[in-house]
């Protein structure tokens, strides 16, 4: 089993109250009788390609085209996705399986290639590739479906010992017609090959909204591919229907024991598969079978985990025969994934098989324990007895490791300093980092290490070991010093920074603006309070980059006059340093009162104040009387909705009547729990448009109850756009966010009347907000709701708003003017953005894509090319396998067809401040987060009052209107040539 990127699920066994996290990006094995379930493996996104063969081999493909078409697939591996924080600090990266790529970014399925000119017996010089041993005849030849390119292409898999060389061969199928899509591939028992085409123009998650006209989900085509009877490929022209032939099927549950053993190990594969399972069934499969036992012996790993799987007193000696250190030396490949090296072959098995030892012995830290306390323990070797320390619970583990150190005739490894970091204070543990951060020969090593792994460590418990060494590297190592100084906020050397930045050393002349700016940079780091010092190089330093380092640090300082000395420059500042010191300035208390102290002095223009920076102002500043001043000066920012307080009375009798063809709709936020005393409309004895289990549901009254129920659930605090229809024959259709949900599959013609907004029948009450709220007395059509979802709408006797004069609110429901409102275009914007989506698909062409290379740096600040660039944002290694069309929409309208797992992570801290960045991972002590420019940071949830998704993308709007029309013309011709 596989689940996706942005998937997450749990999983129980019928009548069990016991429940298994069964997150994205994962793998797993279940028995059929649902007596056990376990995650296999992490990663890669979205596992489209699974396929067995007849030894027992099995293999899986990565989705996405970063050099994993085809991959062996071993259990508790590790394979770089979307998945990295549940990935074990010690797990090593599955390394890539080619150096070439597929030409698409949506891999989608494996089939054996068995028969016909593409088939190992065959294929030989047709492989694309220099190497001899490539041309020669593969041991598999797989089909990979490629839905972005509309092809079925072919990999010729070779045998290099234990491990695999990929060759692309011919393509097996290819389709000028866009629609087609191949989105999976499957073996049959028949020897044909079938195919799952999608047959639809729009292909992937964030090429254009959810709700574009153009995407098709009612349709798709399946494919069966025939083998030839002799084996060759005909021309067109003498190719007959009876060239092409498929074997009989039988009826496998009425074929004998004898039939079926006879069928093991043949050809097709897929017949092989379906003897073998209808043998498990009767429970005759031969003992010789790869799946007459969970692990084979035989196999590379297969000892390590049969002997884990059954761990005793009696075998953890033999399991830690395995225990044997890293290859010195050992070879390495670049990442796919990120800008590190990571072994290959023989050094990564060494590493795996580590690996696997260590995770079986965590699963029994007692028996751990017993042994290493043992004389047999005493007589193994050092390396396994540090392994099995590591195995052991970490504050426990980490005097032992300390221990055992001065025996190991080699320098520790990530992990084993990792353990002596994360707890300085235990016996014998401050003293060796001591020894190590004290040895020359090591020190810069260990620095390094600490830094690589600084998310994971508490800067506070390390802080004290790190500023001595700190200090002494300052003037022989400055860069490593002064990343060691920001990232552990060795704040006792602040005054070693001033003093360095205040010297004449610190002249243009003397120190390269790199050195300035990392300087700078740290000194933001710790927020320093020398805003003066900031001041002077912000308006006299020659370099732009180190001028913006001096305002960035200053929008930070915890210096009482910062902001005032920073909005003292904003009238010099160039627009980019505009955005970014509001930013900066809106996420503090103190920063937000004076940015609204300057607003209604008419010292900043209004017209700087976009959505998202009124937004942090309104967050940060709560209840301060400064917010209604806020919504004098920036009335348009600030949106009416009707806020519902979870009280039974909190509904507003609006006298509603429903009576033949209607449309209801509304954009709808509601808190955590939500339930069916949530509700969108509602009348006694009557409709009710509730949310029972997180679900928008139609209840048509006691006679019907539930005649429509939407599939999707609604995410808690945010806003999502429901629209519920009914037409002339009393169907009723439930839409989200501009699709068709759910259609009821009996009607409800009766007249309700006297509904009221938010009142359920429940004890208890609507809780959340809601705005937009129009009924129709007529059934708006599919493309309608489609296309007006996202629109504010201006005044129209076709509808009615709610709520309206004379309405009666009850106790626990308001009007209020907030700013966190849906993304809704007026008509005016909307023209306005269709104006500038026709400027920019016209200028496309005339780009030069060298020049727009250049210009990338643009967006590699938070996206992925190749193997540079931030983790931030979606890779863009296949951008333009997306097409212009899907560019330009995630460029103008980033928070239009934004995936859940890009959209911000909101954290207030309990001093007040606010952190908007992506997440990057958590424990149960700290919350990990990346933002663009800046190293990953670890908050301790200590300091943390809340944290929330908000419906808006990092990526900022309006990011290419600095840029001269020539320049986005070659940015975007460069990502047109992106194709994975």
Same mark, same amino acid.
């Given at each position: 089993m596989a689940q996706g990127l942005f998937n997450n699920s749990k999983v129980h066994k019928p009548g069990s109250d016991n429940f298994v996290d069964y997150p994205k990006c994962g793998m797993a094995r279940m028995r059929p009788d649902g007596s056990g379930f376990e995650m296999t493996s992490i990663g890669p996104n979205n596992i489209w390609g699974l396929v067995i063969t007849n030894e027992g081999e099995s293999f899986i493909q990565e989705a996405n085209d970063y050099g994993y078409p085809i991959m062996p697939f071993h259990e508790y591996a590790y394979y770089p996705g979307g998945m990295d924080a549940l990935k074990k600090s010690y797990q090593p990266d599955f390394p890539p399986q080619s150096e070439f790529r597929m030409g698409g970014t949506g891999l989608s399925g494996l089939a054996l290639i068995e028969s016909g000119p593409l088939s190992p017996n065959v294929v030989s010089a047709l492989a694309e590739s220099s190497e001899p041993a490539a041309k020669a005849a593969p041991t598999y030849t797989m089909a990979v479906a490629n839905p972005i390119t509309s092809r079925v292409q072919t990999l010729a898999m070779h045998r290099d010992g234990a491990y695999w060389k990929l060759a692309q061969l011919s393509d097996f199928i290819t389709c000028e017609d866009p629609f087609f899509r191949p989105v999976a591939l499957t073996n049959g028992p028949d020897g044909c090959i079938y195919i799952v085409d999608w047959y639809n123009k729009i292909i992937s998650h964030n090429e254009v909204p959810r709700a574009h006209p153009d995407r098709d989900k009612t349709r798709g085509r399946i494919w069966r591919v025939k083998p030839r009877s002799d084996g060759f490929q005909p021309s067109a022209k003498t190719e007959t229907a009876g060239s092409r032939h498929s074997l009989p099927i039988p009826d496998f549950t009425k074929l004998t024991t004898e039939e079926l053993t006879a069928m093991l190990g043949a050809k097709p594969t897929a017949k092989a598969h379906l003897a073998w399972q209808e043998l498990t069934d009767r429970k005759q499969l031969p003992e010789t079978h790869f799946a007459a036992q969970e692990y084979l012996v035989s196999s590379q790993f297969g000892q390590i985990n049969q002997i884990g799987r059954s761990l005793s007193d009696q075998n953890i000696g033999e399991l830690l025969v395995f225990a044997k250190p890293s290859i010195p030396n050992a070879p390495t490949t670049a990442s796919s994934r990120a800008a590190k090296q990571i072994p290959v072959r023989e050094a990564y098995d060494r590493e795996f098989e580590r690996f696997l030892v260590r995770m079986f012995l965590e699963r029994q830290p007692d028996i751990v324990a017993k042994f290493l306390d043992s004389e047999a323990a005493a007589k193994l070797p050092v390396e396994a007895r540090v392994l099995a320390s590591l195995a052991l619970e970490p504050k426990a583990s980490a005097s032992r490791v300390a221990k055992l150190l001065p025996q190991l005739d080699r320098a520790l490894n990530d992990e084993e300093l990792l353990r002596l970091a994360q707890f300085p204070a235990e016996a014998g543990v401050g003293d060796a980092l001591k020894a190590l951060l004290s040895n020359e020969k090591?020190?810069?090593?260990?620095?390094?290490?600490?830094?690589?792994?600084?998310t994971k460590l508490d800067a506070v418990q390390i802080a004290p070991l790190l500023s001595e060494t700190a200090k002494s590297i300052l003037t022989t190592a400055p860069e490593l010093a002064l990343q060691l100084i920001g990232s552990f906020q060795l704040t006792s050397l602040e005054g070693d920074l001033v003093a360095l930045a205040r010297s004449d050393g610190f002249q243009p002349s003397i120190m390269t603006a790199g050195s300035r700016h990392a300087l700078l940079n740290t000194l933001r780091d710790l927020r320093s309070g020398e805003a003066d010092l900031f001041v002077s190089v912000a308006q006299s330093d020659p370099d732009l980059l180190v001028r913006d380092a001096a305002i960035e640090a200053l929008s930070v300082s915890r210096a009482a006059d910062a902001a005032t000395k920073l909005l003292a420059l904003y009238p010099s500042l160039q627009p980019a340093q505009r955005r970014s010191a509001l930013t900066a300035l809106s996420s503090s208390k103190a920063g937000a009162k004076t940015i609204v102290g300057a607003l209604i002095s008419n010292s900043l223009p209004p017209a700087d104040f976009d959505g998202p920076t009124v937004d942090r102002l309104v967050t940060v500043l709560g209840d301060d009387p400064a917010i209604e001043q806020l919504q004098q000066q920036l009335g348009g920012i600030f949106r009416e909705v009707l806020i519902f307080d979870g009280q039974d009375t909190a509904w507003v009798d609006s006298k509603i009547t429903l009576d033949g063809p209607f449309t209801v709709e509304a954009w709808v936020r509601l808190a955590a729990q939500i339930g069916n005393d949530d509700c969108l409309l509602g009348t006694e004895n009557g409709m009710q448009l509730n949310f029972f289990g997180s679900k928008l549901r139609a209840y048509a009254g006691p006679e019907l109850h539930d005649v429509c129920a939407a599939a999707k659930p609604m995410t808690p605090d945010l806003w999502t756009h429901i629209a519920v229809t009914r037409d002339a024959q009393g169907i009723i259709r439930i839409y989200q966010n501009g699709e068709l949900d759910a259609t009821a599959k009996k009607p409800? #013609?009766?007249?309700?009347?006297?509904?009221?907004?938010?009142?359920?029948? #429940?004890?208890?009450?609507?809780?959340?907000?809601?705005?937009?709220?129009?009924?129709?007395?007529?059934?708006?059509?599919?493309?309608?709701?489609?296309?007006?979802?996202?629109?504010?709408?201006? #005044?129209?006797?076709?509808?009615?708003?709610? #709520?309206?004069?004379?309405?009666k609110f009850g106790k626990g429901v308001r009007i209020a003017k907030i700013i966190d409102t849906p993304p809704l275009l007026s008509e005016e914007a909307a023209k306005a953005l269709d104006i500038k989506f026709a400027k920019l698909t016209a200028l496309a062409p005339k780009g030069n894509a060298a020049n727009g290379k250049m210009l990338s740096a643009l967006c590699m600040a938070c996206h992925q090319i190749g193997n540079a660039g931030g983790q931030i944002g979606p890779n863009l290694s296949g951008a333009g396998a997306m097409g212009l069309e899907a560019v330009l929409r995630n460029i103008l309208t980033p928070n239009a067809a934004m995936e859940p797992g890009y959209r911000i992570f909101r954290i207030e801290m309990k001093n007040g401040d606010l952190i908007d960045a992506f997440f990057v991972s958590e424990d149960k002590k700290a919350t990990v987060i990346r933002q663009p420019g800046f190293p990953d940071r670890r908050i301790d949830k200590k300091d943390i009052s809340s944290t929330k998704y908000i419906r808006r993308s990092l990526m900022p709007e309006g990011l290419l209107d600095a840029l001269p029309d020539q320049s986005v013309a070659d940015l975007l011709a460069y990502l047109m040539t992106l194709k994975g």
């Open positions: 090591s020190r810069a090593s260990v620095v390094e290490k600490l830094l690589a792994q600084r409800a #013609p009766m007249k309700w009347e006297n509904c009221r907004i938010g009142w359920s029948g #429940p004890q208890g009450g609507t809780e959340g907000a809601m705005m937009e709220f129009r009924v129709w007395n007529v059934e708006r059509t599919a493309a309608e709701i489609r296309g007006g979802f996202d629109r504010s709408y201006g #005044p129209d006797k076709t509808y009615t708003s709610y #709520p309206k004069a004379g309405d």
